[in-house]
Each structure stands twice: as C-alpha cells, then as structure tokens.
C-alpha cells in the first residue's frame, strides 16, 4: 500500500514543490525540507520568466498554493546534508542532527549561479557597473529598470553569454542552455525602458533551442535593435569615469574591437548545487563529469539516480528552464510511484 | 613523394599542447597585441592548422602571417579550450624554416639576420646581448645614456660592481671557454647547429635568386644582410 | 600537477585530472604558490646584466646580507636562449638541453632551488619542466643530449622561483628593515606605482605566478607592504611589446613601441610617481621607449620632461633599504632620471657621484638624461 509510504523531498524550489504536490495528491504522505525560511528557491529572485515576459512571482504563487493545498508537510531552516539507508529505510540528516526517515527521497536542491569573481579579468566584485544576469532581475523587480551604478540610465550595454560555461579556465566545459535566450530577453527589457541604450549580446554560439526562442531573436534586432556580435569578451577593464572599456574579436569580421560600455551584464551559467558531494557521500548516488546529480539511464530514467529509492527532479540533474523543470519533477513523482508498486524498471538500468 | 605538412607539425609535441580543440570564440585574437597592431588574427591560424588543410597551411608558411606573433602569450591564459595559439605559430615557424618556406616572406627572411646577431652571440660570448654588439649607433633608441655607458663600458660597469668581461662570478662575467665549448657542443648534439645551418642555407639560396652576389655568383650574405635590414 | 595546487590554496573543488582537462575551480585571489625559503642557485639575466647589473649585485647583497640566505652565484651557468628560443632560431631540443645544463650545475653545487632572474629564462624553464612531466620522452632525449654533449647529468628542481617571488615572500622582512616608505615626504600621501608584470611570468602558468595571472600579487605585495598604492588602468596586463623579434630585428621595432606607447596613454590619467616591474626586459624597454616617444611625439607620459621612473623589484627592495642609487643599485644606467622619486621618498643620494667611476673619479656624462634635451632650447 503506497498510502502508508513517506517520501522526502530535498529542496523546496518549483521542482521540489511539484514533486511534492504531486505525490500528496495520490495519497502518500509527503515532507519537503527547504534550507531557506521561505519555498520558491531560485525564481523569488526573478522577474520576468522567457520567453513571453510573465511574471515568475505568480508562477511561484501558484506553486505555493498548489503545495499547501495538497498537504505536503514543508520544514524550513533545514539543510540535508547526509542521506544514509539503514534498515530499508532512508535517513535524512542536517548538521544539527534533525533526522527525518523516509522510504524514498527525491533531490530536488538545484543548482548554484557561477561565482562571477572566478572570472577576475571581467572585474565582477571589482567594478561597479559589472553585474550579472541575476542581479539584473534583481534591478528590474526593485526599479523596473536598470541604472549604473552612479545611479544613471546606461547608454550602452554589453551583454556577455557563456559566463561560467563552456569555459575549461573556470572549469566548466557544458553548456548552460538557458543563458542565451535570458540574454536575448534581458536586452528586450532593457530596450523597452530604455530606448536610447545600445544593448551589445556578445555571443559564441546562440543557442535558442525553443520554438519561441528564434522568434523572440528575430523581435530583438527589427524592433528592439540589439545587435549581435559573434566574439566571446577577452577582459574588462574600467576607466577613470568608470565605465568600462572591453575586448573582444569580431569573428565574423575577423578583427579585434575595442569598446567603451556603461555596464556589462555577465550572463552566469547554473553550476551543480553546493551540497552536492556530500549528499552522496553515504549511499550509491554519483555525480556526472560535470558535477551534477548522475542518472541511471540519461535516456529514459533520468530522474533515477544510482541509489535504488533516491530520484531526483529539477536543475539538480543539469541545467534546465522552467517549463522542463516542472515537467521533470512530475516524472520524478511517477517514478517514486513505480519504485513503491514495485514496477520492474524494464532493463532501463 | 607529396610532403605532408600537417603530420610534420603533429610531430612536433607543442602542437598537441598549443591546439587541442578550437571552438572560434575569438578570444585570444581579442587580447592579441600582434592583432592590434598588424593585419593578424591568431584565431584563423588556429582554425586553419585545425583544418589540416595542406595548401592554406603551405601558403601560412610563406606568409608574413605567421612572423607577426610576438610570443606574449597572452592567448593562453584566456582560451576557453585550452589552447595556445603563440605556441602553434613557434611549431609553424620552425617548419617554415626547415622547409625553407621562411624565405618567401619579408619578415621569414629576417630570420637570418636574427641568427646571425643572437644566434652567434650564444656561442661567442654566452649571452644572448653583450654590450660590445649593442652599437648605439644601431640603436639610437637607446638614448643617450646608454651611448655613455657604451663609450665607458669598463668604468661603468666596474662602478656598480659587476664584473664586464672579468674571470670569476659576477654580472657580465666573461664566460669560461670550457663552458662556451659545452655550449657548442649541446648546440651541435640537439640540432641547434642544423637550425643555424639550415637558415643560411636557404637565405644563401634566396640571396641568389634576388641578384645579390658577389663578382663569382655565389651569395653576397652582407649585401643580403643589407638588404633586408632595410625591406619595408 | 593538479595536486600541487590543491595544497597551496584554500580552492573549493579538487579533481585528479591533467590542468587541460582539470575542472580545477581556483580563487586566484587567494592562490599562493609555493617559493622556497633558502638555499638558492642563482640563475642570472642576460637583459639583465647588460642593461641593468647592478640590479642583480643587490638581489644577491639582499638575500645574504639583509635575509642572511644562501644562495650561490655560479660564475659557469651561461644564457638560457630562450631570447634565442622565442625568436625561432634556437629549436625547443637544443632549449631544453641548455636548461639541462643549468640544472646539472645547480646540482653539481648541491642546491635543488632555483632563484631565477630573467622572465623569459621563468617562462622557458616552467615550459620546459612542464612539457618533461607530460612526454617523458622529451626528457629521456634532453637527458641523452646534454650527456652526449657534455657528459653531464642533472635533477629536476624541487623549487624553481622567480627572483620577484623571493623578494614577494620576504617583503615584510624588508619593510621592517627599510628606513624609508613609498611615501611622499612633502604630502605624506602613499605614492602611486603602477605595476608591470612580465608576460612570461604568469601568462603561460597562472599557477606559477603569486595570485595567477589576471590580478597577480607578487609586485602589488611588494608595493603596498612598503607603504605605497597601487595603481588598476586599463592596460595594465598589456605587453610592454618586446615580441623578441620584433626589437631585435629593427625594421620590426613599430610593434616595440607601439605597444609600450598604449601602456602610458591608459596610465597617465592616474599619474603614476613610479613603475614597477619584474622582468628585465620590460625594465629596459619602458625606460627607453618614454625616452623615444617624447622624442617623436614631444611629449612625455609623466608630465614634464622626465617621465615615469621605471624600476625593477630589486632596485626598489634596494631603494627603500637604503642601498646607494648609484654604487649599489646603478640607477644612473636608467635614461628616464630617477631622482624625482628618490627626492618624493626622502633617500639620500650625492648627485656628483651619478657619473663617477668605481673610484669616485668623475667619468663623463651622457648628452642628457630624461625624455627630452633640456640644454637645446625649444
């Protein structure tokens, strides 16, 4: 009988609040442990969600509400760092020795946003006008639109893609999927309340891989007129009036540039979550090469990790937007369900 | 037999170290100061060598295109794959001068000039720069100071101590013969010596086909000398 | 290679892998790499000792008399090449035997540290280190080669550091000895020095550089534990543009100048009283080429006539010890003067013994120093 069954999911972001949900509503009892005083993880950060421009807040209300509605028990303040099976059963514990005993657990923790100081030559931490991506949705929840840091409006801005990504310097050699679209959309926005600022996405590749997502580039350069040019930034450097002079190629063109910009948006990849290595210190879980949560078939079990009865659902697996992510944990909740009806896993793994 | 210059490059263990996959980023042609200044972009001749093209690498060997580098290695330090496209350039340059492709460029042919200047400063004096050869009046860079320290060199030097030409330790110390021999000898053993040979060989050969010879027609090396310090 | 770094920082992941394909994550900013304490085989400069040589006579006075170390000054150890090897006319083979060489001495005499003096013979040396760990059998054939040639043998280095390093690791020491400060005496303001870091020093090997490459500490220690301020422009990390070939062959030395040129236009704005460097080349280089420059363009990068001092890390450690510009440090060999900043810190000197000769006898002087001819009227 599942109903008697306990799962614990790891994290109360949108992934561990649908996981959660979804199980509580087919009847087994549910606890979701977040670390912070509040649910919603990542997204109460940020503003608007691509690429239709709504608004991430209501998104993350529904979520809430769906999550309380469906009696899953949320513990907050709590940080799983070790998960452990003794005697058929799974053992969740944080540094303060709080245990919570589970039959299964899903990890829905997430992922960290890319130190951007670990790029010293693009002066994040140093120069004030450098931001992030995620720091602009900061700007935009609490301004509505983006200022320098002297308080002015930019006339120029550089947005960076492939911050943290596709990088071996930093360490990081995979792409982070979602950073070119959020360029793209973050230059609409500023365009749209800004219309005197030249908005500069300085890209490798653009990697736009939604149906929407082309359109919405296209939208970009006929009404907004951000230009594109196809060089990844060498360094930034910033001037006695600190504004910022950076260096890049024009690979198209095949020449070097200079440039002078008020501010740089730095577009930071989403990295493996911190607790990462050590909630697999004490079972079978793995990481993959890039620091991720391993699956057991990356094909057809992507949610199974490979220690029998822990699954995972959301950005903890790789990098991933919204709507793939809410999918995802509906699938890691259809596979706790399989895993306690005993289903055989048909060969998957 | 065609020679294949891609897989004479390969065998060169600094490609494997300078290329290992390049993803035209741009970045190291953004920081290059070679490509600020000359019509250069190290990006392109990473991509090339990558190719395995045989023609567009022979035509990079003859070029003016793969002297411009100025070895900074600032490419290195940013390339997001690990690459280094200064290195590639020394691993092209030295087939350019094996191949004797060097001499079909202005600036490939000034290789010999520098062979002769530092390349015979190493086994004269086992320095690469002794004060007697830094002549000021082929360096008025150098400025005025220099030309005095040039004018006194024994005062000069002897009056903060060093040790110009001297026995024993001491900055510009002259050089044991026992060690200049040694050098010789390691130069001749590691194919330092071919390299010398190899650079004149070939600009004797071009120094032919320009005309600059002597009353017998062989090679005139000082007026080839001549000339090439003043190619533009 | 990965596991060295891992035990000189306080870094936050860690993997067995090769540095290509390292998913090292290191914060530069608290790198420290690993400098020997004693016991050194010096390893001099040819640039160096041309141009600068007194400089040199200081870092060994320094280390054995002010640190009381060790550190043998082998009058056998000839250039490295590696100006030869980065013009293309010495072959990496015959490179790799010449550090060979130097190696074989310096165990000959018992030491396994290396205090290097030169930037280039650094950068060729770490190369050459690096590329025998990966393809052993490159070192099997320098091994071959230097025995075939000279019977020698020789070990690889425990520790390979940069004179600027040494210096770097004992700079409190320094301070507590020095009597003077980088400070302006009439204002009391800490003085300005922009720091110029040698290409081949951090460039090739972040982690062979104190702090890595980006924002490397090992002059910027120096600077600020003797009282002064640092200074971030624009072109900070810029080539001084020696590019080897590009000075020694004289048609090329446009790219030379050009890229020094760049260097003073992006620090002049914050009026630099000093430059710093740890790389003898670019010691020379950006002394003459301010030199130059004002002759073309009739300006200077320092306001007035002078220019900006430009000193290497031993003549500075020497400065604010209290070495004599002249005697010790053979600061007259700079064309750009250096008493301006010898008067802002308050160091005595005798301007008559700027020319003299090892006896205090005048010797003559050159036409003019500084940037521009004071004695021609305009």
Known sequence: MIKNK?????????????????????????????????????????????????????????????????????????????????????????????????????????????????????????????????????????????LTAQGTEPKRVAIIHCVGSRDAKVGNTYCSKVCCITGIKQAIEINQKLPDCEVFCFYMDLRLYGSKFDTLYLTAQKQHKIQFIRGRLSEAAEKPDKSLQIKAEDTLQGRPLRMNVDMIILLVGMEPGP??????????????????????????????????????????????????????ARSAATEVIHFFENKKNDGRF | ???????????????????????????????????????????????TVQSGNEEKIAALLKSDTIWYCGQCMSCKTRCPRNNCPGLIISVLRKLSQETGAFTESRMGRQQYLIMKTIGANILRFGYCVHPTVLKPENHPEQGPVWKWVFENKHDVYDSVGANLDGDGPGAMRKIAETDLSELLKIFKVS?????????????????????????????????????????? | MAEQIWKNTRSIYYRKFKMEESKTKIKWSEYNKEIADDHFFYLRSCIRQNFNPGAEKVFLSILQKNLNKDIFDDPHHTTCSGIGYHSDIVPFETFQTMVARQFSLMGERGYKNCAVSCITSFGGYNEVLSTWKDYPEELAKARENLRKATGREFEIPENLSHACD????????????????????????????????????????????????????????????????????PERRHCCGFGFRHYLVKNNRGYSISNSRKKFVSMEPYRPDAILTNCPGCNMFLDRWQ????????????????????????????????????????????????????????????????????????????????????????
């Open chain 1, 6 to 146: 306990h799962v614990a999911v790891i994290g109360g972001g949108i992934a561990g609040m649908e996981t959660a949900s979804v199980l509580s509503n087919q009847g087994l009892k549910v606890t979701l442990i977040e670390k912070q005083p509040v649910t919603g993880g990542k997204l109460n950060d940020w503003d608007q969600l691509f690429p239709d421009f709504s608004s991430s807040e209501t998104l993350v209300t529904r979520q809430n509400s769906k999550t309380s509605h469906s009696g899953v028990n949320v513990v907050y303040n709590t940080e799983i760092n070790r998960i452990e099976k003794i005697n058929g059963r799974f053992e969740l514990s944080d540094e303060r020795d709080v245990k919570i005993f589970a039959d299964a657990v899903v990890v829905a923790s997430g992922f960290r946003v890319f130190d951007a100081t670990l790029k010293e030559e693009y002066g994040y931490g140093l120069f004030g006008n450098v931001i992030t991506s995620v720091d602009f949705e900061r700007q935009m929840k609490k301004y509505g639109k983006l």
């Open chain 1, 275 to 328: 607790s990462n290595s050590r909630l697999i210190q004490n079972n079978k879980m793995a990481l993959d090469e890039n620091g991720f949560l391993k699956s057991a078939n990356i094909h057809d079990a992507r949610n199974c990790t490979t220690q029998e009865g822990i699954f995972m659902a959301g950005t903890a697996i790789c990098p991933m937007p919204v709507n793939e992510t809410l999918e995802n």
């Open chain 2, 1 to 47: 037999m065609v020679v294949k210059l891609y897989a004479q490059l390969k065998e060169d263990v600094r490609l494997a170290e300078g290329l290992q996959a390049c993803m035209n980023c741009g970045i190291c042609t953004a920081i290059c100061p070679a490509a600020e200044y000359y019509e250069y972009d190290p990006r392109s001749i990473a991509i």
């Open chain 2, 191 to 232: 194919n330092g010596i071919k390299l010398y040979e190899t650079i004149e060989h070939f600009s004797q050969i071009k120094a032919v086909k320009m005309g600059l010879v002597d009353q017998n027609g062989g090679a005139d090396m000082e007026k080839y000398t001549q000339y090439l310090l003043q190619e533009v």
């Open chain 3, 166 to 233: 040494i210096i770097y690791k004992f700079r409190n020491e320094i301070a507590r000895q020095s009597g003077y400060r980088l400070i302006n005496r009439e204002t009391g303001e800490p003085l300005k020095v922009v720091d110029h870091i040698g290409c081949h020093y951090a460039k090739i090997f972040p982690e062979k550089g104190v702090g890595g490459s980006e924002y490397s500490r090992v002059l910027t220690g120096m600077i600020e534990a003797w009282g002064g301020q640092t200074v971030d422009y």
């Open chain 3, 291 to 378: 030199y130059t420059l004002a002759q073309m363009e009739g300006k200077t990068y320092g306001g007035g006539t002078n220019g900006i001092p430009v000193l290497s890390h031993e003549e500075l450690a020497g400065l604010v010890l209290g070495y004599d510009p002249w005697k010790d440090l053979g600061l007259q060999m700079h064309q750009v003067d250096v008493e301006p900043l010898l008067k802002k810190i308050g160091v005595a000197y005798d301007p008559k013994q700027k020319f003299a000769g090892k006896n205090g006898k005048y010797i003559n002087k050159p036409l003019f120093t500084g940037c521009i001819n004071q004695n021609i009227p305009v």
